[in-house]
């Protein structure tokens, strides 16, 4: 099925539900030394869970800044 998640965007989504991103600001740079590949990765990912997996994953901004929240 092509809208299976990959192992790194079910590794993210997993980091992302753990992770406090609804209240303090989401860092793509962040996000990216935490997992250790490019932040062009991350976005990539970002993008593919916003589309494959809409129904745990909500993105926003609010007072100048993205926030992630995932569930």
Not at 30 to 54: C, G, Q
């Amino acid at each position: 099925m092509a809208d299976e998640l990959t192992e790194f965007e079910t590794k993210l989504l997993k980091w992302l539900v753990k992770s406090d991103f609804h209240i303090q600001p989401w860092s793509s740079k962040d996000a990216a030394k935490a997992f250790k590949v490019k932040e062009d990765e991350i976005y990539e990912a970002v993008a593919a869970l916003s589309k494959k997996a809409a129904d745990q994953i909500q993105i926003f901004y609010k007072d100048g800044n993205v926030h992630i929240a995932a569930d």
